[in-house]
C-alpha cells in the first residue's frame, strides 16, 4: 500500500512514519554510515523533516516499511541549496512545481528481487504523486552508481553540474523533467509498479 504522508512536526507519531524512520537509520546511519541525528538509538530524523516534508512510504498489509522517500519543497531551504550548491553550475533549480526527492531508501530486509519490485514501485509511485500535485520536476543528489540507475529509468532526468567528489564520494546533482508522457517512458525502460499504485492508497497530514 502507498501511504503519502506529512508529519505536521510529528515525526514519530504515526506507525508507518516510525517504520520508515527506523529503516532509514538502518539504511543510512548503520549500512552506509551517514554522520546524521539519531533520535532514541533508532530514528533517523533531521532537520528537513517538519511540516514542509512529503513522505511516499510503500509498506506491507501490516504497515511493515517496504520502501520510502521524502520530498522538500524547493521554495523552502532544501538539501541541495543548503549544503550542495556547488554541485549546480547554475544555482540550484527552485520552484513552486519543483520538488526535491531525498532518502530514497529500500528495505533492508527485503531480497534482492523484492528490492527491485519496491524500487520500481516508488519511481513509479514519483511520478502518479508529481501529476497529481502539479509538480512538473525533482531534483535530487546523488553517487555516480545511483544516478547511472536513475538515468537508466526512461525519465528525462540531465546532471546540474560536473560530478564532483565531496566527502570522498563522486556527487552528482540531478533534475527530473515530469509531463504526461513520463508514466509512458518508465513502462518502456521497464519500470513498471508491482503494487497497484491506484488502489487503497492512504494520503494524510
Known sequence: ????????????????????????????????????????????????DDGHATY???ADAEGGHLASTRLLPTTRPHILDSFYARLCEEGPPR???????????????????ERRGVRNTLVAALVEHALRSGITAYTAIAGMPWFQQI???????????????LDGTMLVALRIEID???PARLAEAGIVPSIDLGAGARVAA
Open 1 to 48: 500500500m502507498l501511504h503519502v504522508l506529512q508529519s505536521g512536526g510529528r515525526a514519530t507519531s504515526d506507525g508507518v512514519l516510525r517504520g520508515m524512520f527506523a529503516a532509514r537509520k538502518s539504511v543510512f546511519v548503520d549500512l552506509l554510515k551517514w554522520d546524521v541525528p539519531v533520535i532514541d538509538g533508532t530514528f533517523e530524523v533531521d532537520q528537513f
Open 56 to 58: 511516499l512510504v510503500l
Open 95 to 113: 520552484g513552486p512545481g519543483i520538488q526535491e526527492i531525498t532518502r530514497f531508501c529500500l528495505d533492508r530486509g527485503l531480497s534482492a528481487r
Open 151 to 165: 538515468l537508466a529509468f526512461g525519465w528525462r532526468c540531465r546532471p546540474l553540474g560536473m560530478p564532483q567528489a
Open 180 to 182: 504526461e508522457d513520463t
